[in-house]
């Protein structure tokens, strides 16, 4: 009896489960789903079997065979990262049914009323299921060690509809005399519902699970791509010319990395509370509006979403002490792939900024350095609170000194072959560095493997990426720090990046009529980049330019995307060591609050109750 992953109370000694069968029935008043899960296990097993669960109602375990009760138990008191145990006993049972719903608060749905979505006439619902906020919809082992295929039908109300990472299989009346056994009891009710069908035919790990029920519509992009929005023509419209290169992506992504293995590459764009950039659900990938700004630079984030069809969602990490074997490999292959379709440029200035965020993570963590490292230790830690930039940006140094040793055309094929290899596996920090090993002759007598996947800080062979627009960047920003702004031609081709990556490059004690200067002149403030906006309005906060307040407040109340929330609110509780700004943020959170996610809920209370 061992725990298999620091983040799940799965046994080692317990089969896996191999495939749930769903059915959910969405209660839009009261923020719940009525659900059912069939689950089927790699072997029979006698005996207290455990499953991972968070704050859901579990009134019954079957043996679907007979339908008679099994008995279980919850972990009375919740832990508060790992949520509760269910310990079922089975006696030689392969499969068990369980019968639950969820609860108002599941850590992993955001239920948005009307007033909250673009179209303010219906209600919505979204997963975010990654780290570990899937047990919070459905009991399972939820650890990304083990893989599941799923089929699920969603009771919805007729008016919405739904997607899911998932093969979509049918949309139906409910069937009433049809409906045999306990499973579809949910799928009964049929005045005003309808229920649609999805089957995920892959195996994937539990935090891959994902839907969202609105008033969708849709535009075709591309041969396997559509992009999935609320169904407003506007947004619609401006998405897909947003997206429109997805498909030459895929290819490059191919030639790069071998065959797509998901068949469908689609894209759903969420309301601005959505919590990350993007997020790599299969099949149908999740993303932030604010990506959207017409200048086709969400394709960045679909390259790094996309890439993770390779390097996350066929090659997963087996705990998330091993989180970088997900994102910086995808971070790395995200590059490649901006770099053959924008050019090696803009793919720069992306390793730019990515060093400056890299360097940027050291000071936060400067006395916790154990999330400096690529391979930590999460016992007892929230995944949520720990996610910085050091697994994306170390992670992507460590690979791309190993292509510096052995040169491009070699360390392609060792992806490509390390993909082979490992893909609809779950892997280890350990796995990788024996594969590399064995494939590498000799690489550990060039490289320090183990100072780069088990020390602290940044290796002295990671490098700062070099070019002729990156150091312009960088000495204009050293020049401004002596006083001497930019002119308007030296920025006159800079897009956000180029001043994302400027900003980032001023000193934090930049002073107030500095910073109110440089917007005067450029209208930082009023981007309508985010990047480019909250990079200055961190700097302003710094500075406490307390006439841009009012721009932060509107910021915080607008989007919910935690790459905006976390450096706002950290500059204000943080930056200015002043009581004035922690009460200023606590009263927006206050405000704020009810708008977020349940997830930037958390990662916000934990700034504020860090510091206040
Ligand atoms: N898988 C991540 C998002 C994530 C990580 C969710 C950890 C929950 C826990 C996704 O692929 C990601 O990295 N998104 C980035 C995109 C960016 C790097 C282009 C984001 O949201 O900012
Ligand atoms: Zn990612």
């Known amino acids: 009896m061992a725990p298999i992953d620091p983040h799940s109370y799965t046994d080692s000694t317990h089969p896996k489960t191999t495939h749930i069968s769903f059915t959910f029935y969405f209660d839009f008043p009261s923020s719940t789903i009525l659900s ?4 089927s296990l790699s072997a029979p097993f006698s005996g207290d079997f455990i499953l991972d669960s968070r704050s859901l109602s579990i009134s019954a375990v079957l043996d679907p065979a007979t339908l008679t009760p099994l008995p279980f138990a919850l972990q009375p008191t919740p832990d508060a990262v790992l949520g509760q145990s269910v310990t079922i006993t089975l006696s030689n049972h392969s499969q068990l049914l369980v019968i639950f719903k969820t609860s108002p608060s599941s850590s992993a749905l955001q239920w948005l009323s009307p007033p909250q979505t673009f179209n303010k006439s219906f209600p919505y619902v979204y997963t975010q299921c990654q780290s570990i906020h899937a047990r919070s919809i459905f009991p399972c082992q939820d650890t990304p060690a083990a ?15 739904a997607v899911m990472a998932g093969k979509h299989v049918n949309r139906r009346d409910p069937l009433f005399r049809e409906s045999q056994g306990a499973c579809d009891d949910l799928l009964w009710c049929g005045e005003g519902r309808v229920v649609e069908e999805f089957v995920m035919e892959q195996p994937v790990p539990p935090y891959l699970f994902a839907f969202a029920i609105g008033e969708l519509g849709f535009r075709e992009v591309g041969p396997r791509t559509k992009v999935y929005s609320e169904a407003i023509p506007d947004l619609l419209d401006v998405a897909a010319r947003e997206f429109a290169g997805t498909e030459e992506m895929i290819k490059v992504g191919e030639g790069l990395f071998g065959p797509y293995e998901w068949e469908r590459f689609d894209l759903l764009v969420l309301p601005p509370s959505f919590p990350y950039g993007g997020m790599e659900n299969p099949r149908m990938v999740f993303l932030t509006p604010t990506v959207i700004r017409g200048d086709a630079t969400g394709a960045q984030v679909v390259a790094h979403e996309l890439a993770h069809s390779w390097t996350g969602n066929l090659i997963t990490n087996k705990t998330n002490d091993h989180f970088w074997l997900n994102e910086g490999f995808t971070t790395y292959a995200e590059r490649r792939i901006v770099e053959a379709v924008q050019g090696k ?7 730019g900024i990515g060093w400056r965020g890299l360097v940027k993570e050291m000071e936060r963590f400067k006395d916790n350095m154990e999330f400096t490292k690529l391979k930590t230790n999460q016992q007892g830690v929230d995944p949520d609170d720990v996610y910085s930039n050091v697994p994306y940006e170390k992670g992507f140094q460590f690979l791309w000194r190993i292509e510096r040793q052995i040169g491009r055309p070699a360390f392609d094929e060792f992806l490509r072959k390390y993909i082979a290899t490992f893909k609809f596996q779950s892997i280890d920090t350990d796995m990788f560095l024996d594969f590399l090993k064995a494939n590498v002759p000799g690489i550990e007598n060039h490289i320090d493997l183990k100072e780069w996947t088990e020390g602290v800080g940044i290796p002295p062979d990671a490098m700062e990426p070099a070019s002729d627009i990156y150091s312009k960047i960088v000495s204009l920003a050293n020049e401004f ?4 702004m930019p002119n308007e031609d030296e920025v006159a081709n800079w897009r956000g990046q180029e001043w994302e990556l400027y ?27 985010y990047d480019v906006k909250v990079t200055f309005l961190e700097l302003a906060i710094s500075a406490r330019c307390s006439n841009y307040y009012n721009e932060v407040e509107k910021t915080l109340k607008e989007v919910g995307r935690m790459k905006y929330l976390r450096p706002l609110y950290r500059a204000l509780v943080e930056g200015t060591g002043k009581d004035e700004e922690k009460i200023f943020a606590k009263r927006v959170f206050s405000e704020a609050r009810a708008c977020y996610h349940p997830i930037a809920q958390g990662v916000v209370e934990a700034i504020l109750t860090k510091h206040v």
């Open 345 to 351: 440029e803009r793919a720069i200035l992306n390793c």
């Open 36 to 39: 059912s899960a069939l689950i």
């Open 503 to 529: 900003l980032e490059n001023l000193p934090k004690s930049t002073e107030a009529s500095q910073v109110t200067a440089l917007d005067a002149r450029y209208r930082l403030s009023e981007s309508k980049d």
């Open 481 to 484: 720090k002596l006083g001497r």
């Open 147 to 161: 893989r599941i295929k799923y089929d699920a039908k969603l009771n919805i109300p007729r008016y919405l509809s």
